[in-house]
T-cell receptor, first 114, second 111 residues
Framework: DGGITQSPKYLFRKEGQNVTLSCEQN?????MYWYRQDPGQGLRLIYY???????QKGDIAEGYSVSREKKESFPLTVTSAQKNPTAFYLC?????????????FGPGTRLTVL | KNEVEQSPQNLTAQEGEFITINCSYS?????LHWLQQHPGGGIVSLFM???GKKKHGRLIATINIQEKHSSLHITASHPRDSAVYIC?????????????FGKGTKLSVKP
């Protein structure tokens, strides 16, 4: 089955620790995205990648880092510099960012920093 | 002011009712998306519109570009339709802008 997987579904970390969220897709999509969702707010874009070895900052990139070494994978690291990391994180992919392609979303990872 | 506004924020309906969720936006767009988020958090794309109307099963989405407004209609609603419905617009006249998301409308359909 084609789709996007994110792991783990729930993640708990102590304050001050870096944590990496996994996102893998087997849809052969060029573009991948990371969004953050907070209660009562719309999704906000953290980072996106249009192609392997390329990524761009979104609206709220501070305190986060990404890599895109393989087409299938776009991991997100939440660093200790992120002031309020507790949130629901969604990964998405699309065929290309250059056109109005549908975005496919993963199931999300709920990160809680204690 | 948010660039994408949805109304209502919360909506409770009885099974079988006709439901309308509204989305207004203040920026120029190249496309508008309607998404469905289930209680577990996963998001599914329902429609992508740049003009007119689209229908899929009991769901209908319309857009009025001049009025900067879109509606999502659900006919013969069912408890399995209970979810958060999210409107998102791709800003700009081209297609390279990022998506801007509304805060969502939480729908609960009672049996």
């Amino acid at each position: 089955d084609g789709g996007i997987t994110q792991s783990p579904k729930y993640l708990f970390r102590k304050e001050g620790q870096n944590v990496t969220l996994s996102c893998e897709q087997n849809l052969n999509h060029d573009a991948m995205y990371w969004y953050r969702q907070d209660p009562g707010q719309g999704l906000r874009l953290i980072y996106y990648s249009q192609i392997v070895n390329d990524f761009q900052k979104g609206d709220i990139a501070e305190g986060y880092s990404v890599s895109r070494e393989k087409k299938e994978s776009f991991p997100l690291t939440v660093t200790s510099a992120q002031k309020n990391p507790t949130a629901f994180y969604l990964c998405a992919s699309s065929l290309s960012r250059l056109y109005n392609n549908e975005q496919f979303f993963g199931p999300g990872t709920r990160l809680t920093v204690l | 002011k948010n660039e994408v506004e949805q109304s209502p924020q919360n909506l409770t309906a009885q099974e079988g009712e006709f439901i309308t969720i509204n989305c207004s936006y203040s920026v120029g767009i190249s496309a508008l998306h309607w998404l469905q988020q289930h209680p577990g958090g996963g998001i599914v794309s329902l429609f992508m519109l740049s003009s007119g109307k689209k229908k899929h099963g009991r769901l209908i989405a319309t857009i009025n570009i001049q009025e900067k407004h879109s509606s999502l209609h659900i006919t013969a609603s069912h408890p399995r339709d209970s979810a958060v419905y999210i409107c998102a617009v791709r800003s700009g006249s081209g297609s390279q802008g990022n998506l801007i998301f509304g805060k969502g409308t939480k729908l609960s359909v009672k049996p």
